[in-house]
């Protein structure tokens, strides 16, 4: 089901946090392309918000691993994907799908 989460695209290099069915989610804009994923680093307990984008990746601020912002990789063996959903926009609005 998509739904709708902001009026209007993030700023390029932002991340901005949302909520969705009781899911803490953010949503950037890098390099033109949208991309959503799940605010909670797979390592432990910290939103992927306080961190920074690098490239294409996402990187946690608190021990610095990082995570493809496409496909969710951690590039890590022990340390889970990140959670990525679709995301698309129309009419300037920005929809996920959950
Ligand atoms: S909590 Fe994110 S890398 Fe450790």
Sequence with gaps: MWVKVLESAPKEGTMVEIT????????TMNEGRLYCAENRCPHEDIKLTLGCLKGNRVKCS??????DLETGDSLEEDVD???TYPIREENNEIYIEV
């Design 20 to 27: 969705v069915k009781d899911r803490d989610l953010f949503v």
């Design 62 to 67: 608190l021990h610095g691993y990082s995570f």
């Design 81 to 83: 994907n990140m959670l």
